[in-house]
Every structure is written in structure tokens, then in C-alpha cells.
């Protein structure tokens, strides 16, 4: 199946430093990405989604980064909060359609008072 | 606005027995989604309903099954338990043929023993 991959495991930032999470994707078919954050006990939830068709967009403190020439996806944390801790995932769709996304195996992030 | 609900929480099961999952979509939602999350892993695409019917599956083996209801919740089956169906079971609910808003749960934690 398709590989949604990070290049590290476990990110540690000091509060109000800028994070970024990077994310390696391998189906050029893929059109639409999402990053979840999730918490410890607590099921994804939804930060900020990117079409194939835009390569940069931005929501309150994130931005979203996609490299479509080398299947690279990143995801920017602007002044790192401590309620930012937590694990982060990017996903992908994979086949052209929108009824599942493939998703890696995750980043956490640990924020530094 | 209630956004999705799973139940039961937690969960233990022997190996062998047969376990049913449910899930209530968010408000508004037609479609439902089902993910499978190993300790560690970013969630993996079991399959999902919509109109009563499964409209697209992941490669899980037939033990796993599902149900949508004229109400649009869900429920998810696992018969013959093995100890590597542990997981985090989660679902996710959106809206149309493009999965608007697709929302996440906060799943059910099951251990086999």
C-alpha cells in the first residue's frame, strides 16, 4: 500500500520557538493530504488540509507545506504552545478519491516550558 | 453539537470471542469511516459505509465486518479474535461522495487477552 512516512520520531521545541514536522509521501497519485494532531487518549483531529493544486497554505499558527517534485509534505508550528505536545500525523488519499487516507506512523512533538 | 461517539471505551476480550463496536456520526454526517490504530502507528484504513453499504475496504481479512443503519451510525465486528487485534479502534464521520469534514472519534480501546 501507499508509505506515509517521517523522517523523525520525536521532536522537542522550546515554548514559543517555531516547529516544523516533516512528512514523506511515495504515491504521486495522491491529491489531498491532511495533518491530525492527536492527544493521549483521544482520537485524530483535524489541523490543516492542502490540495496537490497549491504547494503553501496557512491557518491560525500553521502552515502547511507540500513539495509535489519530491513527495514532501511539511507542517510549520508558529510559537510553540504546550498545548501543541502531542503526536502529529500527515495523511494522504492515495487513489484519486477522498473515502480513505493512508496515514504515517507519526511525530511527537514534546514543547519545553 | 454532539461529534462523533464510540462506544464502549475500553473493551477486553478473550482470543476467539467476537466483539461489535459502535460508532454515532456527527451531526449532519451520512458517511462512516473505520480505522484500526496499533500501539505506535498512525491508523490504517479498515473500510467505510455510506447509504447502508461498504463502499470501499483496506486489507483486513474477512473476520472483520461492518454494518451502517437507516440512521447513519455504524457498527464494527471482529469475530475470532487474535492478540494482534488490539488496538485502537477508531471511526471517523463525513459528509457526501467527497467526505466533507471528515471527523474522528475518540475511539475504542481493545485488548485481546
Redesign the interface.
Known amino acids: 500500500?501507499e508509505s506515509?512516512g517521517l523522517h523523525l520520531p520525536t521532536l522537542s521545541v522550546q515554548e514559543g520557538d517555531n516547529s516544523i514536522i516533516n512528512c514523506a509521501y511515495s504515491n504521486s497519485a495522491s491529491d489531498y493530504f491532511?495533518w491530525?494532531k492527536q492527544e493521549s487518549?483521544?482520537?485524530?483531529?483535524?489541523i490543516i488540509d492542502i490540495r496537490s493544486n497549491m504547494d503553501k497554505r496557512q491557518g491560525q499558527r500553521v502552515t502547511v507545506l507540500l513539495n509535489k517534485t519530491v513527495k514532501h509534505l511539511s507542517l510549520q508550528i508558529a510559537a510553540t504552545q504546550p498545548g501543541d505536545s502531542a503526536v502529529y500525523?500527515c495523511?494522504e488519499n492515495g487513489d484519486y478519491?477522498?473515502?480513505?487516507?493512508?496515514?504515517?506512523?507519526?511525530t511527537k512533538l514534546n514543547v519545553k516550558p | 453539537d454532539a461529534g462523533v461517539t464510540q462506544s464502549p471505551t475500553h473493551l477486553i476480550k478473550t482470543r476467539g470471542q467476537q466483539v461489535t463496536l459502535r460508532c454515532s456520526p456527527k451531526s449532519g454526517h451520512d458517511t462512516v469511516s473505520w480505522y484500526q490504530q496499533a500501539l505506535g502507528q498512525g491508523p490504517q484504513f479498515i473500510f467505510q459505509y455510506y447509504e447502508e453499504e461498504e463502499r470501499q475496504r483496506g486489507n483486513f481479512p474477512d473476520r472483520f465486518s461492518g454494518h451502517q443503519f437507516p440512521n447513519y451510525s455504524s457498527e464494527l465486528n471482529v469475530n475470532a479474535l487474535l492478540l494482534g487485534d488490539s488496538a485502537l479502534y477508531l471511526c471517523a464521520s463525513s459528509f457526501g461522495a467527497d467526505n466533507y469534514g471528515y471527523t474522528f472519534g475518540s475511539g475504542t480501546r481493545l485488548t485481546v487477552v
Not at chain 1, 41 to 46: I, T, V
Request: proline share 5%; net charge positive; aromatic share 32%.
Open positions: 500500500g506515509v491532511i491530525y487518549g483521544k482520537g485524530p483531529q483535524f500525523f495523511a478519491n477522498f473515502n480513505k487516507f493512508y496515514f504515517g506512523s507519526g
